[in-house]
């Protein structure tokens, strides 16, 4: 009784805030709660605690034409943006939260994140936040946080490479701050073991069905021969290539990722379909043609769970297309900063 009684008034006093948010879309929850409960809440119905997809209703309902406006032309130009733009929520998520601290350039007080080993001469697109920021400031100032632009440019990439969409809960905000050194421990190298990869999810509130659904966006995008060359020449210590991986496969790989130097040279994440959001990716690991470590890790590692998942998603699209998006959701509700903390930073690479 005492369990209904406190859901009720959760469940009551979501509706009340949720109602007064968009009602005074400059407000958030305001109860500090918005990240220490860190997960979405009941699956299908896109609400996470202190976030909500109708966030920007009426203070800036043009947010996501102005988003689709600007990627449009530049994805369908260079496909490879959307997966660096997807790659980059992901990077700001596990570094402090989504809030966009990954932006932040160096400054009093900043040391950026885009100096970290993961993100150094790695993570890419900020440009083309910057061009939808100054577009969002044009129409609506002071209104659409750069952590928000984050998500829905990562959820927007994924829809223009042919993947699924999702409701996506807003209302993030910016942090005056970065972590270079959350980044650098938070998220998992390429050469992660699986149980490595199980702990650096769990610490974000991710489960193994997040992880696996997750790193199925590699199935778009590419990745610098530098990550995956100890796989071609040396993954044990003992001067041999990673067994696990296809000889042919791995034979074509040698070709762009030589034992010495190369080591920019770049080669897709899903080689039979590197710009389509599909779920070849699994096709490719159950045939030895993970790229990465981490990804092969996922059926090769002896966890039962990740194993079964990367044989289904193999098998269904639309199972992966459902969890991906999710998951999604849930990452992207990470230790998001709601109410009066944070900020709407005016320009996404340093503090106002
Ligand atoms: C599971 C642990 C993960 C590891 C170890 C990992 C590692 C990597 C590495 C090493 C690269 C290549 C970077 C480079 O060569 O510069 C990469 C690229 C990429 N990753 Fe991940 N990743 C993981 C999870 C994820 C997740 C959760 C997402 C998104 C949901 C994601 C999306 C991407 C995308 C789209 C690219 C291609 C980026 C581009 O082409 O610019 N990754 N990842």
């Known amino acids: 009784m005492a369990l209904v009684?406190?859901?009720?008034?959760l469940t009551?006093?979501?509706?009340?805030?949720?109602?007064?948010?968009?009602?005074?879309?400059?407000?958030?929850?305001?109860?500090?709660?918005?990240?220490?409960?860190?997960?979405?809440?009941?699956?299908?119905?896109?609400?996470?605690?202190?976030?909500?997809p109708q966030f920007y209703q009426f203070s800036c309902p043009q947010v996501d034409e102005v988003i689709m406006s600007v990627l449009e032309p530049i994805i369908a130009s260079n496909p490879r943006t959307a997966a660096s733009l997807l790659r980059l929520h992901f990077h700001d998520c596990f570094a402090q939260g989504c809030d966009a601290s990954v932006l932040l350039d160096d400054g009093a007080g900043v040391v950026s994140e885009k100096r970290s080993v993961p993100n150094m001469n790695s993570l890419r697109g900020f440009e083309v936040i910057d061009e939808i920021k100054v577009k969002l400031e044009e129409v609506c100032p002071g209104v659409v946080s750069c952590a928000d632009v984050v998500a829905l440019s990562a959820r927007a990439s994924v829809v223009l490479s042919g993947g699924p969409s999702w409701e996506l809960p807003l209302g993030r905000r910016d942090s005056k701050t970065a972590s270079?050194?959350?980044?650098?421990?938070?998220?998992?190298?390429?050469?992660?073991?699986i149980q490595n990869l199980i702990t650096l999810f769990q610490r974000q509130g991710l489960n193994e069905v997040d992880l696996v659904a997750l790193s199925g966006g590699h199935t778009i995008g590419v990745a610098r021969c530098t990550t995956f060359k100890q796989r071609l020449y040396n993954q044990n210590g003992n001067n041999l290539p990673d067994q696990t991986?296809?000889?042919?496969?791995?034979?074509?790989l040698r070709s762009v990722c030589p034992r010495f130097g190369g080591d920019n040279?770049?080669?897709?994440?899903?080689?039979?379909?590197?710009?389509?959001?599909?779920?070849?990716?699994?096709?490719?690991?159950?045939?030895?043609?993970?790229?990465?470590?981490?990804?092969?890790?996922?059926?090769?590692?002896?966890v039962q769970k990740t194993m079964e998942l990367v044989?289904?998603?193999?098998e269904n699209e639309a199972l992966f297309f459902e969890q991906f998006s999710q998951s999604m959701v849930k990452m992207g509700s990470i230790g998001a900063l709601t109410g009066s903390r944070g900020e709407v930073r005016k320009n996404c690479r340093r503090v106002n």
Do not use: M
């Open 245 to 252: 991986l296809e000889q042919t496969y791995s034979h074509e």
């Open 12 to 52: 009551t006093l979501a509706l009340i805030s949720s109602t007064f948010c968009i009602a005074h879309p400059g407000f958030g929850f305001g109860f500090g709660w918005g990240s220490g409960f860190g997960g979405s809440v009941g699956g299908g119905g896109g609400l996470s605690f202190g976030l909500f």
């Open 180 to 193: 270079i050194s959350l980044s650098n421990s938070n998220i998992p190298p390429p050469n992660s073991t």
């Open 311 to 314: 044989k289904t998603y193999a």
């Open 5 to 9: 009684k406190v859901a009720l008034s």
């Open 265 to 302: 040279n770049i080669t897709p994440l899903d080689v039979a379909s590197p710009a389509r959001f599909d779920n070849t990716y699994f096709k490719l690991i159950l045939w030895g043609k993970g790229l990465l470590t981490s990804d092969e890790v996922l059926l090769t590692g002896r």
